[in-house]
């Protein structure tokens, strides 16, 4: 029996220097604008207006502003659409311009009309934890997550960049080491102990060891 229930496909997208277009200017288009170019993306925005909040971002970021109503050859070339408009007619046209296009598209407020949905998430250093409950209450993604994020200690950053300059260095010096060997040998909850205590030093040379390297 099929799911009455539509499961997203969870992934995360490399956006750099890609083509991404926004259609809307108020203050959920500036949240998703944001978003995208600090992502890397490169932004083109259309609106009749735009928010304080965004004119404010554009002087800082490199974003496109272009102050008229959405034309369908806007999205040309777009890898990612976003429809902020507050106008569902031209929302509506938005998605199914996009979808024609070969563009995925989020329809702000509309799941029907859109190809994927954005989670609420945060961000510590390279670590992304993203939460969502299908669209079905963004509310309780945005509660469980601040759960999380209050949770959720710096040590886990500096052992995952610290784990990552040691898999980059071994990497350049040829060194070899599977993913199932890396999970058997690591003692992740003894690395966060020194961590915690700011014994960064300490956790460093108990990887070495650990690795066998110098």
Do not use: H
Request: hydrophobic share 40%.
């Amino acid at each position: 029996m099929r799911s009455q229930y539509i499961f997203y496909y969870p992934i995360f997208l490399n956006i750099k220097d890609k083509k991404c277009v926004v259609i809307g200017g108020g203050n959920v288009a500036y949240r998703k604008i944001k978003t995208l170019s600090e992502c890397g993306a490169r932004v083109s925005v259309i609106s009749p207006e735009f928010s304080k909040s965004l004119l404010e971002f554009s002087k800082k970021r490199s974003i496109q502003l272009i102050r008229r109503s959405y034309r369908r050859r806007d999205i040309k070339g777009a890898k990612i659409v976003v429809a902020a408009t507050g106008d569902k007619e031209v929302n509506r046209k938005i998605s199914e311009d996009s979808k024609k296009a070969g563009a995925i598209v989020n329809v702000v407020d509309d799941i029907e009309l859109s190809d994927f949905i954005v989670p609420s998430f945060f961000r510590r250093g390279t670590i992304t934890i993203a939460i969502s409950t299908g669209g079905k209450s963004p509310y309780m993604a945005k509660k469980i997550r601040e759960m999380i994020e209050k949770d959720f200690a710096r040590e886990y950053e500096l052992l995952t960049n610290l784990i990552g300059d040691i898999r980059a260095r071994m990497k350049k010096g040829g060194i070899r080491i599977s993913r199932k060997k890396w999970e058997s040998i690591i003692d992740v909850d003894k690395l966060l102990v020194f961590l915690r205590r700011g014994n960064l030093k300490k956790a460093r040379q108990l990887l070495f060891d650990t690795l066998k390297i110098e």
